[in-house]
């Protein structure tokens, strides 16, 4: 296969950086618009034969699927804006982005059109400097909030995970780093000892160093004050003794999640972080944001730690960064951008020319479209439709959200909280059939809507969820 001369690489930066800046009148959120008197289109039963067909075949070689997949094997083929469509032809509204990943919806125009340019311009050039790349950089300084000023890129979640923690040991030169129960950091052996370990690497053990300390739930407090409300300082007290009494001393930070994605859209209390900034300040600790699932518009900001105007001193941003091409960063602050000489940081993919576009793409949409305040409405028109989900089922425990990051706990009993898987399991299996794309974590049950959905099709989405659980109740509790 030839390069297509016709489109030859530009010969200025300007003109590279062009390519993405075409001048348009396109609106984001009318192309997200979901016209309801067609979708959900369900023109088979689903998972439908052909989607069964193709799944059993694949599965034959590839293997260790998610639960997402397991509970629910349908085919994709294709996805436009809040739509997925299946091999069998059924059109889904999608409440998953994938799995948080194509915030600004599939294969949103800009973005797609930004990658097919560069991936017939320039691929990959290792870490030397590209135009679109320095692009990038420019516009990271500008819109991060404080000194968030150093950066680094690689192509997961993970990785960038791992560079943030070698870069938060570089400059501390220490290497005792904790998180918080339940947290997910990815699947390698570092990310993995600062999560649910049990639950992602079958024998595995804890790096040592690596130390796991209780987060304020403000579902499910574990230390309340004596008014019932939940005691954030005693966990701060708690931190103080561990670091005290169960570490060597030799402590370089936290690394943690703003909200607990893989966990269950877990909530902190709005005073947690400042809280746990100042202590870290104080204790001379640098406080690591894990935001590969909350950053890039998810939760209505670029980072979730601007809700508590808290600026950490690195964090990772992933998932929605590149709205679907596999793109992440770790920012570091200011007095923090050297010691990414001390570790090493380059990658092979880590950001190469279509990374930087798809990045530079889908920061310039959310940003010039204000997609960040649309996330935000729509975080308050989810809750209002879920706490009367809450109102009329006694197995929905608790119902959450953070601009289109979102959760419904089911349980049991509401005043033992006792989880109900089995409810989770059935919802989300007869709320996919009913066509609407989501994801399960075992009792809770997830929900992540492309931002750039309209306020009808969020609201036909959860009414979806609600038929579900209606029904789920009816089979279970009779
Ligand atoms: C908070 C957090 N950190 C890290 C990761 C790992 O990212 P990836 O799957 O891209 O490696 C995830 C993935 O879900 C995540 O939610």
Partial sequence: MSLSRGTAAPRDAERIINVIETPTRFSTLDWGRVDLDRYPHMVTESPGPKSREIHARCTKYFKGLSEQ????????????GCILRDADGNEYIDFSSGIYVATLGHCHPKISEAVAKMAGQLMNAHDFTTPIKTALMEKLAQILP????????YDSGTTAV??????????????EILSCFNDYHGKTQGAVSLGHIRSFVYGAVRVPGMHMVPRPDTYRPMWTKPDGTIDTDKHIEFYDEYIDKATVHNVAGFCLEPIQGWGGTIMPPDDFFPKLRKFCDDRNLLLMADEVLTSWGRTGRYLCMEHWGVVPDIVTIGKGFGNGFPVTCVAVREPYKESFEAISASSSYGGNPMACAAALASTQVIEEENLNEWAEHLGNV????????KDEHPIVGDVRAKGCLLGIEMVKDRVTKQPFNEAGKLVYQKAFRKGLAWIPAGHIL???PPIVMDEATLVRGLDIVDEAIAETEKELLG
């Fill in 69 to 80: 997949v397991k509970l629910f094997p349908v085919v994709f083929e294709s996805g436009e």
């Fill in 146 to 153: 404080g000194d968030l000023n150093g950066f680094q890129l």
């Fill in 162 to 175: 791992e560079a943030g923690l070698r870069v938060m040991r570089a400059a501390t030169k220490k290497n």
């Fill in 382 to 389: 989810a809750i209002k439709r879920m706490q009367k989900m």
């Fill in 446 to 448: 997830r929900l992540s």
